[in-house]
């Protein structure tokens, strides 16, 4: 049987598949941000190539921030790895635009910092 490496489940929600309950509730967030004419466009696992050595990042999330017209990335998160912490320095680099990131659990999300690359 699959054991998840953080203790984390799975979730089917509006037909699409989460890593976990707690990013399932940003994604709902977003979707709460959407009806309310903050963003439009919300995407899944987009993936993004930092530095030329097109290092891979797959954000939870991207969606179109209407205030800017813009893109603008989402990232829940749950644990905090070294190689996570490597990925985020690398997008204050080289990060294509704004990328949010949540914590907290599922029954509360909070946005606890944007990354606005230099």
């Known amino acids: 049987m699959f054991k998840a490496k953080y203790k984390n489940k799975k979730v089917h929600h509006a037909g699409y598949s989460f890593a976990s309950q707690f990013e399932c509730a940003v ?5 709460l941000r959407e009806k309310a004419g903050e963003i439009r466009d919300i995407q899944c696992q987009d993936h993004i190539y930092l530095t030329e050595a097109r290092i891979c990042y797959i954000p ?4 179109v921030d209407l205030q800017t017209n813009n893109f603008a990335w989402a990232e829940a998160k749950g644990f905090e790895t070294d190689v996570w912490k490597i990925k985020k320095r690398l997008w204050e ?8 990131i949540y914590k907290g659990n599922a029954k509360k999300v909070f946005l606890k910092e944007t990354v606005i690359p230099k």
């Open 27 to 31: 994604f709902n967030l977003l979707l």
């Open 60 to 63: 939870d999330f991207k969606f």
């Open 93 to 100: 680099h080289y990060g294509p635009g704004r990328l949010e």
